[in-house]
């Protein structure tokens, strides 16, 4: 395969899930944050929103609709929705050839939905139907991906692409909701809105309820980072799609040469020493862990590009 196909499916894949994650963190900070009972807790639950997709705006206080606007579909910010799933097009227009039909259909109808999308509706009553039909697009996509292709080096860059972005996010999220932790309890008003947060960032990665029966109690502080970072069985969690990056990888790479040095032991070093991680080696800097760990992986990244897509 060519550098610059293995490039466009990959960057395909990412852009996919971030387009997925923006959407679903978008939906349930904005319906979330409308019910918390503090003014300055709902600004910084938007505020959050801007800093999960790595936005700036020059507006040192924005208004709700910037915000808004500026992570949907604002086409002149490389973090919106919007670019996101127009980026994810072209990657995928680019390896046409190696896409199935439905694929590329399916892509397709998602970016005219988003493409189309009337930002007048968007910005008065149109979040929840915009940002759930992103997410269901999102699925339609990603059901074709794994019921119409190969299982060749195509799919396994789209899935290196989609995994990593995910481990990604998952960190970004709990990063951006660990900051409106840190307001809460400058409130000082108890413990019960700071429950609510924990239970907001499983909501965002469709975790709640398999947290709940993983550890047969409600969420809290320690099993949720517990169940997000490290559970190897449940699909949004890092530790599971980083060791399917590992596993994509070692499948392109038949002859798995795991020699020092090589790309799959230079991963292998890092997942496994993640995997035996726990809460105690870190709680008492949450953030700086998540940190690192996020540096790590876009560490991961820079090995793959370097291995694969330089041309």
Known sequence: ???????????????????????????VQYFSSIELPYPQMREQALLSVLNMAGTELEN????????????????????????????????????????????????????????????????????????????????????????????????????????IERAIQIIRIMLSKMADINEVNKLKVGSTLELQQWNIILDCLEAKDMCRKHYHSLPNKHNTIDFLLFTPNFPFSVAYNLGFVYKHLQLINKAKDEKPGSLEFKVGKVINDFRYREMEDFKDDIPSFLQETLDKIYLICNEIHNEYFKY
Request: glycine fraction near 6%; aromatic fraction near 12%; charge should be neutral.
């Open 1 to 27: 395969m060519l550098s610059r196909v293995a490039d466009n499916l990959f960057w395909m894949g990412r852009y996919l899930e971030r387009s997925e994650h923006l959407a679903r963190f978008l939906n």
């Open 60 to 163: 040192d206080k924005p208004t709700e609709e910037e915000i808004l606007f500026s992570v949907g579909l604002d086409g002149d910010n490389p973090a919106s929705i919007l670019s996101a799933v127009y980026s994810g097009r072209e990657n995928a227009r680019s390896v046409r050839d190696s896409l199935s039909t439905e694929v590329w259909e399916a892509f397709n109808k998602y970016y005219l939905f988003v493409s189309d999308y009337p930002v007048s509706v968007y910005k008065t009553k149109g979040l929840d139907n915009f940002t759930t039909g992103s997410i269901n697009h999102c699925a339609i996509v990603k059901g074709k991906i794994h019921q119409t292709l190969l299982r060749n080096e195509t799919f396994h860059f789209l899935q290196i692409g989609k995994h």
